[in-house]
C-alpha cells in the first residue's frame, strides 16, 4: 500500500517539470470552447506549459503557466452559418451536411489565419514546444502549426469517430456494419442503409479529397509560404501521433479501431457543483421533478418561430413538473408559473439533481453525453451535424425518444413528453447506460492526460503508427496477392488445358490409324 502511494507520488513527481504544448482551436463555437477548455485546465492542472490559440479568452481564470493567442475580434457564428438555414437545416438532406462542413471551414480557416494576432505567432522565432494540440474539427490547415515547431500532433475530435480517422490512422472502416459518423443507423444496417452508407462515404471521402483538403492546401501555401518548402496536409496527416475521440463504447455501438484511436467519452464531465441559489431553491421545491430544456448554444431564440415558442409554452403550461429553460431571452411574456427562463444554466449540475427527469436538447454529442452521465432519459429535436444521428440512437437505445423539429406542435409535443415520463423503462435504461458509462478503469480525463504525456515522452509515439498508413489501397485490401492468385491458379489451369488437349490428341494420334485398319 505504502509502496504503491511513494510510486504513484515518483510519477506524479516525475509529471512536474511539465511539457510546453501548443493547443489550437480557433474554431468560434461555444460549446466547442467549453468542451475543449476542459482539457486545457486539465493539462494545467498537471503542470504542463499551454499556449491556447481560440476565440475566447481563459485570461479571467489567472491560470498558471497559461499564454493565450486570441483570435480578435471573434469569427461570429452567424457569419458561418444563417440563422434561418439551422431552422430549414432540421430537415436538411445529409448531403447537404457534408457540404455545410465544407463551406464553414472555408469562412473560419482564412479568418483565423490572417488575423493579426494569429499572423503574429505564425511569423514569431525562438518559440519551442513538445506537442502540438489540435482540435479535429475541419482546421486541418492549423495542422502547419506542427510543421512551424517540428512538434508531434495529437487531435481531439469533439463528435465521435468520422472514417477520415480511421483512414489516417491506416484503418479503412468496415461499412458492411459501421455506419458513417453522421447517419443515424446502427450496426445492424438493412441492404437499403448498407447502400445509403457506401453512397455518402464515398461521397464525403470525394468532398473532402477534391474539395475541402485542396482549399486548405491553398491556405496553407499563402499563409505559411515563409516557412517553404512546406509538406503537404497528407503529409501532416500521416504525422498525427494520435487521436483522442469523444466517444465511448455505453454509447455507441462496437467498431474497430486503431492503438492510436483512443476513445475518452465523457472526459469532460465533471463531478457535480453546488446550484446557483435561485435554481437550487426552484428545483427543490418541484413536487413531481424538473424538465431541464435547452437547444443548445447556436440557435438564435429570435429564430425560432413563433408557433414553434407557442407549442412548448403551451405544452409546458399544462405540465405538473416545474421546467428550466435554457434561452437567451429571458424577456418573453406569459411565462407560465411553473417555468424558470434563464440565459445561461448550469448545465451538468443541474442534470446531476435527482429531482431532473427529462432532458429536452437539440441533440449535440455534449450534452446528450452528460445527461446519460446522469441517467436522465432525453427527447432530442435535432438540427444538424451529428445530431440526427444522436438522436436515433437514443431511442433505438431506449432511453429516450426524438421528434423532428417541423413536427413539433403543442398536441405532438405534449404527448411526447407525458409518454417519456409515464413510461418507466425510460428511466430504467438511462440509469443502466449511466451505469455502464461510469464504469471505467480511470477516469477518462486521466486516461487522455496520460495519452497526451505518452506522446510527448516517446516523441510522437511512433510505435503506436501502423505501416498501413503507407500502403496503397490495392495492397491495402490484398488485391495484389487476389491478382497473383487468379493468374497463378488461370496458369495452372491453362497448363492443365494445354497438357490434356496434348495428350488427346497423341491418343487420337495412336488410335486413329487403328480405326483405318478397321
Ligand atoms: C509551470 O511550469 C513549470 C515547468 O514548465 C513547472 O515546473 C511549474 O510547476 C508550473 N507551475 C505551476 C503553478 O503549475
Ligand atoms: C513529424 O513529426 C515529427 C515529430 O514526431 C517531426 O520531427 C517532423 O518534422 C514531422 N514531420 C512533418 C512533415 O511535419
Ligand atoms: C437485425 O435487423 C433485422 C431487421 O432489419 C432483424 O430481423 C434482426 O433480428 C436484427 N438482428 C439483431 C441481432 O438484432
Ligand atoms: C511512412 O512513410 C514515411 C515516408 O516514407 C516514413 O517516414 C514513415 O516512417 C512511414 N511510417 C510508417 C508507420 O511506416
Known sequence: MNFQFLLAFSIFLSFANGYKILFLAPMNGKSHFLYISSFVKALIGRGHEVTFLTSNSLRNLNLPNYTEVLVDPPLEMSAMVKQDDFVDMASASIFSCVHLLRDMPRIFNPYTLQNANIQKFIHSTGLHFDLVINEEFYGDSMLMFAHKFKAPIITICPFGVPEYIDRQQGLLTPISFVPHWMLPFSDNMTFYERFLNLILNAYDWAVRRYQFIPTEE???????????????????????????????????????????????????????????????????????????????????????????????????????????????????KNV??????????????????????????????????????????????????????????????????????????????????????????????????????????????????????????????????????????????????????????????????????????RKKQTTAPGKKQK
Request: hydrophobic share 45%; glycine share 6%; net charge positive.
Open 218 to 332: 491553398e491556405y496553407v501555401q499563402k499563409y505559411f509560404a515563409h516557412l517553404a518548402p512546406l509538406p503537404s496536409i497528407d503529409e501532416l496527416h500521416k504525422n498525427v501521433s494520435l487521436v483522442l475521440v469523444n466517444s465511448h463504447r455505453a454509447l455507441s455501438p462496437p467498431r474497430p479501431s486503431m492503438p492510436s484511436i483512443i476513445s475518452i467519452g465523457g472526459a469532460h464531465i465533471k463531478p457535480a457543483e453546488p446550484l446557483p441559489k435561485e435554481i437550487q431553491t426552484f428545483i427543490d421545491g418541484a413536487k413531481h421533478g424538473v424538465i431541464y430544456f435547452s437547444l443548445g448554444t447556436v440557435l438564435k431564440s429570435s429564430k425560432l418561430p413563433k408557433e414553434k415558442l407557442d407549442a412548448f409554452l403551451g405544452t409546458f403550461k399544462s405540465l405538473k413538473q416545474r421546467v428550466l429553460w435554457k434561452f437567451e431571452d429571458d424577456s418573453i
Open 336 to 505: 407560465p408559473s411553473n417555468v424558470m427562463i434563464k440565459k445561461w444554466m448550469p448545465q451538468n449540475d443541474i442534470l446531476a439533481h435527482p429531482k431532473v427527469i427529462l432532458f429536452i436538447s437539440h441533440g449535440g454529442l455534449f450534452g446528450t453525453s452528460e445527461s446519460l452521465y446522469h441517467g436522465v432519459p432525453l427527447l432530442l429535436i435535432p438540427f444538424f451535424g451529428d445530431q440526427h444521428r444522436n438522436a436515433h440512437r437514443i431511442q433505438t437505445a431506449g432511453y429516450g425518444q426524438f421528434m423532428p423539429f417541423p413536427e413539433v406542435n403543442k398536441d405532438s409535443f405534449s404527448k411526447t413528453i407525458n409518454e417519456l415520463l409515464s413510461d418507466e423503462s425510460y428511466l430504467t435504461k438511462a440509469k443502466e447506460t449511466s451505469a455502464i458509462f461510469k464504469d471505467n478503469l480511470v477516469n477518462p480525463m486521466d486516461e487522455a492526460m496520460f495519452w497526451i504525456e505518452h506522446v510527448c515522452r516517446f516523441k510522437g509515439a511512433k510505435h503506436l503508427k501502423s505501416h498501413a498508413i503507407n500502403m496503397s489501397w490495392f495492397t491495402y485490401l490484398s488485391l495484389d496477392i487476389i491478382l497473383a492468385n487468379v493468374v497463378i491458379l488461370l496458369a495452372g489451369v491453362l497448363v492443365l488445358y494445354k497438357i490434356i488437349c496434348a495428350l488427346v490428341s
